[in-house]
């Protein structure tokens, strides 16, 4: 995909899970011209889905940064995440406010 101004996008799409005993996050990053990079990581630590699923944010943009990156469109299927990061929905919790900055440092 190519913007107007000639950059090449590259996708990322990510999606993040927690249970009794970690989380897990995935990143499937497709570059320009198609090809695939997958990952999956575990984190050991307890944490709440909403955390999962900023953990695969963060996981993918610094992916796609390190593979030359300059241009994503992220996809994610948490909507307060996606919501949040746009800004439409307000980010209340510490952790939550925590993970937004990280990501705008990140961008």
Known sequence: MV???GEE????????TSSLSGCGVGVVIIAPPGE???LALRIDSR???NDAAYEAVLAGIR??????AS???LYSDSQLITQQIKGVYEAK???????????????
């Open 63 to 68: 992916v796609a940064q390190e593979v030359g």
């Open 47 to 49: 944490v709440t889905n």
């Open 9 to 16: 996008v590259w996708r990322v799409f990510v999606d993040g």
């Open 71 to 73: 241009r994503i469109i």
């Open 36 to 38: 695939k990079i997958k």
């Open 93 to 107: 919790d510490d952790r939550m406010l925590i993970y937004l900055k990280l990501i705008k440092t990140q961008a």
């Open 3 to 5: 913007q107007p101004d």
